[in-house]
């Protein structure tokens, strides 16, 4: 009998794990507690494979995995017993669907949606604590959103990419970069096929600087162009990112 | 020197809490944290009024209350001073401003608006744990909200109040009670001058059991002309509830 591929869809709070990988050692990941639910569950030793690596404190509200299963099973029966080995760890299987064999989460083509939520107001966050950035001044979403229009499209993303990067090459097809107003909150949603290590921080950091008005679109401009890290702003914390989505063609 | 009236406008995380409302011993309490950190600003007790006395574990965005300072200081002070002394505690400060001392955060006539989160899905929340009250089935929202519209109005809500209630009477108007879809998440905000105890988390407990199907709108009719509070279904948990915001005439 041949294992069956399942595609789930999870969610997770990233504040307790490592990023999604899996590490050595008793390291907490997202992957981790997956397979270590899958073994729980079915007894076999099996790789979970996700669609983005996200990195310690990310969030995801729909992750995409894939795992192979040896043992016949309904769907409902994946999301309630992988959920049921996963409790009390904060990541839940939203969903699970039969996959045909070449489906791969990473490496078939998609579009992967993250959004990025800065709270600027004075007070600190109470009910959104670990889920936004706090800044305490106000912003200029208008200049924010004219500087991302500089960042959308085909380009050499060198100066928004972490020293460690171990992507193909920095040019990356940036397909939207959104900057809306939501009260006190400034939410940054950006897609694309891939991104590089650290690119939707990075650009957080930068733009958050332009709503600032330390610096303007023009700036944001010249640092693209650049092709230096060190010209770009500070990488933003982990805590206001979430991995939305992943879109298969 | 007579002392300054404020009017503060205050969001928390009710988890931690054992409600709004001030108690004997060292038991943790939104108003208790409000007015030490008051105490550690103005080297002054004095008490701090709250618009809604919400219960343990339930939340508000926009709870306001007022008090008394004798010491004079700029809005921002009061906002930056309280935010720091309420550290590390789930409380912020969000606004502040002068009131004239004849205003009451609980006696001025004024409207609040709760909102009540429910989590229609199979898998459990990560991201909103806390958060959201979590069902497994899935809800009609179209019944649910034809129920609600059953109890809008000015009526006897006797079989929707806590035992212990004690409000003036069981007789209240409930301005608005709507019941919205978003995603997985059935969204009920109900809008009133006035609750009794509970009354918002009985109705959101008999509602789901309209949204079952297990109640039509006919029976909420019937469960409200009974005056009886065993006939109604049973009280939603806290942490699904939060205080939106209280607006004055």
């Not at 809306?180 to 958050?208: C, K, M, P, W, Y």
């Amino acid at each position: 009998m041949t294992a069956q591929r399942w595609i789930l869809t999870v969610e997770y709070d990233g504040a307790p794990f490592a990023g999604w990988q899996r590490q050595e050692g008793a390291v907490p990941t997202v992957q981790g507690a997956l397979e270590a639910a899958v073994r729980a569950f079915c007894g076999q030793t099996a790789a979970v494979h996700g669609a983005g690596r996200t990195d310690a404190g990310v969030h995801a509200a729909g992750q995409v995995a894939h795992v192979d299963l040896a043992r016949p099973c309904a769907p409902e029966e994946v999301i309630g017993a992988l959920n049921a080995h996963l409790r009390p760890a904060p990541v839940a299987v939203l969903a699970a669907a039969p996959a045909p064999p070449d489906f791969h989460a990473r490496f078939t083509r998609n579009m992967k949606t993250y959004r990025y939520r800065i709270l600027a107001r004075p007070a600190p966050p109470a009910l959104d604590a670990g889920r936004v950035w706090h800044l305490r001044g106000p912003l200029d979403v208008g200049a924010m959103r004219a500087a991302a229009g500089v960042l959308v499209g085909h380009h050499d993303f060198t100066s928004f990419r972490a020293a460690g990067c171990q992507g193909s090459g920095p040019v990356r097809t940036l397909d939207a970069l959104e900057v809306a107003a939501d009260g006190a909150e400034v939410v940054l949603t950006a897609r694309a096929r891939s991104f590089l290590h650290n690119q939707v921080r990075i650009i957080v950091g930068t733009l958050a600087k332009v709503g600032r008005g330390v610096w303007s679109a023009g700036d944001v401009a010249r640092i693209l162009a650049a092709r230096d890290r060190t010209q770009a702003g500070p990488t933003a914390p982990p805590q206001g990112l979430t991995l939305m989505e992943v879109d298969y063609d």
